[in-house]
């Protein structure tokens, strides 16, 4: 008796990689916003204003306090209560963004952190203001010593992106579950889901390292 068959892997490979496309769609477009998101929330959490200090706050402590396949269900089926139906797709990409963008937060809130003041205000007494400071001397230092926590994020959230099948998306898990319920091999294709994601996740992070050396070259 077989434990695994790998034939059957390879024979629903191109279904699988169908679902991995999707997978990577909703992951990258959620990371891609979940970035932008992030820098927002970082400069809320240490702004001088304690109405935007508070509030970054309060977004930190309630993505990062709740489940996130809670927060898939508020976005698409919670929000369908207040007439606003959104596509199953549009959902997870969305509530992805706003996990990502909890995390993303603290992680470019460090890495800001980490720059020494002293370049601050070096630049600001070039003549520069606050925000060309930010812009031109500590984001694009911050940046380079966020690359690996940022990575680590990217690649959960590439593995999380599992969850939006639950609201109908036919990512990756969705597809071979359906492969299973028809040949009844369910170990078999969880293990080829397995597979699948870890070269998604391999590469990302190959990908990542890469560019953190180039960066460090420079």
Request: proline share 3%; aromatic share 12%.
């Amino acid at each position: 008796m077989k434990i695994i068959d790998y034939e059957l892997i390879i024979r629903t490979l191109p279904k699988l990689l169908d679902g991995a496309k999707l997978s990577l769609l909703v992951s990258l477009s959620a990371a891609a916003l979940g970035i932008s998101l992030g820098v927002i929330i970082a400069s809320g959490r240490l702004s001088k204003f304690w109405f935007f200090k508070v509030l970054a706050g309060a977004y930190v402590a309630f993505l990062r306090g709740t489940p996130m396949i809670v927060q898939i269900f508020i976005v698409h089926y919670g929000l369908a209560e207040f007439k606003f139906n959104l596509p199953a797709l549009a959902s997870g990409i969305i509530a992805l963004s706003l996990n990502s963008g909890a995390y993303m937060g603290e992680v470019f809130r460090g890495g800001i952190q980490s720059i020494d003041i002293g370049q601050t205000q070096a630049g600001l007494s070039l003549g520069l203001t606050p925000f060309q400071v930010f812009r031109h001397i500590v984001f694009p230092q911050a940046f380079r010593r966020v690359i690996p926590a940022m990575g680590n994020e990217m690649v959960t959230l590439t593995k999380d992106s599992a969850l939006v099948g639950y609201i109908g998306i036919a990512e990756l898990t969705y597809r071979a579950t359906l492969i299973a319920s028809r040949t009844f091999e369910y170990f078999t294709m969880y293990i080829g889901v397995a597979i699948v994601y870890f070269a998604i996740t391999y590469t990302m992070s190959w990908l990542l390292s890469s560019l953190e050396r180039r960066l460090e070259s420079r």
